[in-house]
Structure formats: C-alpha cells, structure tokens
C-alpha cells in the first residue's frame, strides 16, 4: 500500500507516452489529409487525389514525418508540400514532380516549369543542330569551290586528265545542292546558317566555274556576264521585296539550275566533235531559260510590292477609321 511497483510504474508511464504520440501522429495525419485537401482544391485538382497523395506512404511509416510518396511533412507537419521540389504533396504518384499519372498538365505551371538552366541547354541544342546532314552538304559545297578551280587551271587548264577531275568537283557540288534543301525541309533541318550559306555556295560554284572557261577562252564572256548578272539581281530583288513577301521558286527557275549545271558542266570537260556542238546548243538553252525566269522574277517582284502596299494602306485605312 506504501507505493506502486517500479516496473508497474514505469509501463504505466510508456503507456501514457506511446497513447500520447499516437495522439500527435493522429493530428499530424490529419493536418496533411487536411492541407493537402486544401492545396488540391484550390489547384483545380480532383478531392480524392489529396488525400491519396497525403496518406500513400504513412501506412508504412507508421509515426514517421514522410506522408504522401514524398511529400515532406518535417516536424511542423506542413500540409503535403515536398519538401525536396516544392512541389504539391496532393500528387500522391510523384514526389518529385507534383504530377499526377494521367492528368493534364499546364505548362505554365510552376511545379512543371523547366529546371534552372534548362534556356541553356535548349540553346545548346539548337546550337548543336547547326550539324545537320543538310548544312555538311552546303559545308562540301564551299569547300569543293577553291579545289575545283585549282584543278581547272592546273597545267594550264588545257590538261584532259585534270579537267576530267575538275568536272567531278563540280558534279559533286551540283549534286550536292539538288539534295540539301531538300533534306532540310523533309526532315525540319532548316538554319539560318544554312538559308545564308547554301545561296552562296550556289553561287560560287556556277560562278567559278564561268569565270575559269571565260579567262580559258572556252566561254565568251558575255555568257558569263549575263548568268551571273541574272542571279545576283534576282537575288538582290528578293531582299528588296522581303518586307512584303518571298518570292517562290518557280519550275522555270529549277528547270534553269538544271540546265545550266549540264552546261557548263559539259564545257568544263575537254569534248570535241558532235559533243562540243551539242554543249553550245545547251548553253544557249541555259541562257535563254535564265533571261527569261530573270524577267519572269522582276514582274513578281512588281507584283508582290504592290500588293503588299495595297494591303497596308487597308490596314491603316482600317486602323485610322
């Protein structure tokens, strides 16, 4: 009767102790179905997926301070938000996100913005495209255009042997530009590296290669003077008239590059006979395809200047009434 057995006493005392932490562990659960209930309404999100994401794991935890599939509620039992992202415990199915399986997610959205220095490595990418099959074509073109004309003026330029060589330059190089526009457009291979490099390279291949016959005397250099006028003013007129709009490339046009490649091509090997007549024959075709599709592109050029003036005189008609 004096006292109550120590041993009796000291499991009387964990007993209060475990029904007390029982009572706190209770409240902490509640607070986060609670909290995260609350995060999920405001979010728009479904009422159930609160209390799923709060309570996923706490079965296993028992009085352990991590409630949702990794929801942190610390020791201030703050409701479900996550402590390593930020992001809404009510998410249940991923801690790291805030993202439920199956749910559609805004992309503005704060929980699902990109990580910091994502910009960068978005930009190194794009960066990193500038490698594309199409571009290492025009890159071939470029580069086949000072090799082209050494092995046209070796030996004089008159040598059968590296004339042949010459003419698989520049065979190499028009083949080359019938492929890489249009790998860049079938596969979104398009650069603003590439949209400069290949009208330059384009250029300067037919460009060398008519300025190397007409200094050999095989070419009058009037022909010359009259294709690279036609393509330097056709290109000159489209950037004039870019402000209203592009000038398409017409059949005509395509009909004309291809015509010329096989000219001037034919003329850059050492033919004699009926082949050297019939290489003048298309050289005339070639230059009268390219006068031609040339005065075609001014009366677009023509046209698309005024519309594009007519439309804006509507807009500030519009604007102004």
């Not at 599939?69 to 020791?75: D, E, F, I």
């Not at 009366?299 to 008609?317: D, K, M, N, P, T």
Request: aromatic share 6%.
């Amino acid at each position: 009767m004096t006292g109550v057995p120590a041993s009796a006493a000291g499991g009387s005392a964990r007993a209060k102790g475990a029904a007390a932490a029982a009572e706190v562990s209770e409240a902490e659960v509640s607070s986060a179905v609670a909290g995260s209930a609350a995060v999920a309404g405001a979010s728009g999100g479904s009422g159930s997926s609160g209390a799923v994401g709060s309570l996923g794991s706490s079965g296993s935890s028992g009085s352990s301070d991590s409630v949702g599939s990794s929801g942190s509620l610390g020791s201030t039992g703050s409701s479900g938000a996550s402590g390593s992202s930020g992001s809404s415990g009510s998410s249940g199915s991923s801690g790291s996100s805030g993202v439920e399986a199956g749910e559609v997610v805004d992309p503005s959205d704060a929980a699902v913005k990109a990580p910091r220095g994502g910009k960068l490595a978005a930009a190194a990418v794009n960066q990193a495209s500038v490698w594309n099959i199409a571009n290492l074509l025009t890159m071939l073109r470029l580069i086949l255009v000072p090799g082209f004309v050494a092995l046209m003026l070796a030996d004089g330029g008159y040598d059968p042997a590296w004339r042949s060589l010459a003419w698989a330059a520049f065979a190499i190089a028009m083949i080359t530009d019938l492929f890489d526009g249009h790998l860049a457009r079938r596969y979104n291979l398009v650069t603003d590296f590439g949209k400069i490099a290949d009208p330059i390279a384009d250029k300067a291949i037919m460009g060398a290669a008519l300025i190397c016959l007409s200094s050999l005397g095989d070419l009058p250099w009037w022909v010359t003077i009259v294709i690279l006028g036609r393509e330097l003013g056709v290109t000159l007129l489209r950037f004039i008239v870019i402000r209203y709009g592009v000038i398409p490339a017409s059949r005509g046009g395509k009909l004309k590059t291809l015509t010329q490649g096989v000219a001037v091509g034919m003329y850059v090997l050492a033919l004699t006979g009926w082949l050297a007549t019939l290489r003048w024959w298309v050289m005339a075709a070639a230059v009268v395809l390219t006068v031609v599709t040339g005065l075609d592109y001014v009366r677009q050029a023509i046209v698309l200047r005024r519309q594009g003036i007519a439309e804006r005189q509507a807009a500030s008609e519009e604007t102004q009434a």
